[in-house]
Nanobody
Framework: QVQLVESGGGLVQPGGSLRLSCAGSGTKFSIKVMGWYRQAPGKERELVAAITSSGLTSFGDSVKGRFTISRDNAKNTVYLQMNSLKPEDTAVYYC?????????WGQGTQVTVSS
């Protein structure tokens, strides 16, 4: 069982920045992929960004060029740096960790972009 603890959400003005962190613990197996998804009210959950243990990254189209993702494999921690935030980025952001067999989710952290 993997526990994922997220932090860093909050309220920010349009054009501002936030950094989300997610620390994973409790697994004897390596976490192959860590990432962030988000879900806005009335919408489906969507990929924001993901990173493999070797550093390969992928991003949702709506965040390319504005968000970056990084990872500390030794700490099983993933970071999402969000810049140039827009009101449409408002959502609950969920951390995800995949061992290659099982996928785990964090409890979610609210990000609100509003003036």
């Amino acid at each position: 069982q993997v526990q994922l603890v997220e932090s860093g959400g909050g309220l920010v003005q349009p054009g501002g920045s936030l950094r989300l962190s997610c620390a994973g613990s409790g697994t004897k197996f390596s976490i192959k992929v860590m990432g962030w998804y988000r879900q806005a009210p009335g919408k489906e959950r969507e990929l924001v960004a993901a990173i493999t243990s070797s550093g390969l990254t992928s991003f949702g189209d709506s965040v390319k060029g504005r968000f970056t993702i990084s990872r500390d494999n030794a700490k099983n921690t993933v970071y999402l740096q969000m810049n140039s935030l827009k009101p449409e980025d408002t959502a609950v952001y969920y951390c995800n960790a995949h061992t290659g067999v099982v996928s785990y989710w964090g409890q979610g952290t609210q990000v609100t972009v509003s003036s």
